[in-house]
């Protein structure tokens, strides 16, 4: 087992900055102090190995790219939209998703800088989403792809995390659902190059 000289409790520690103060902009490459605090957790568990199965993945077998967060109406339309661009088969959903309730306005105002077009988007819940075979699911957060491996059914589909794939690899992809607008840039970015990485995988696939 791998030790790290950072305690969970020093990690846990940077939730809130002192004074309220940010100087190293943590707001803006992470979210929020938390953000940071989780992708550092992530990190620990891909040095520990324990993140490896979710680099293991068969694309010969991947029919359709399924992004998966919790609210679906920020992290994985804005991927599924991304994705459609590389020509990929998709879809979203979300693990705690109010159903049919639009995208966020802020993740739309940054979509659309970006020619993403997110207003017709409408949130599904993992209860009423149709799972096929050879269905990949992206999760965001580590923790959302072991919500993931107890809900569904392991047979039917292969599991990985998004931000693994993007460079640098970033574990935890923190939700900006009320954060700064420099965030969101942020975290479509690292979106941006994670999809992009899984179409060349697709593609590369297909040869």
Known sequence: MVKSSVSRQEIASLSMPLGGWDLIGVRARFGSYRGLARLMLAQLESVAGRLRSYKQIRWERVKR??????????????AEKRAVIYGLTVASFGLSADVGIPADPTACRVAARRGIELAPHRACDIKSFEFRD???LVAMEPRQARAISRRVPSASYQLTLLGIWCRPPRPHIHDPHRLSEAY???CFDTIDSAVEAIAEQMRLSRE
């Open 134 to 136: 050879g269905d990949l």
């Open 65 to 78: 790219v399924v992004f998966v967060c919790y609210g679906n109406i920020c992290r994985s339309p804005y």
């Open 184 to 186: 969101w840039r942020q």
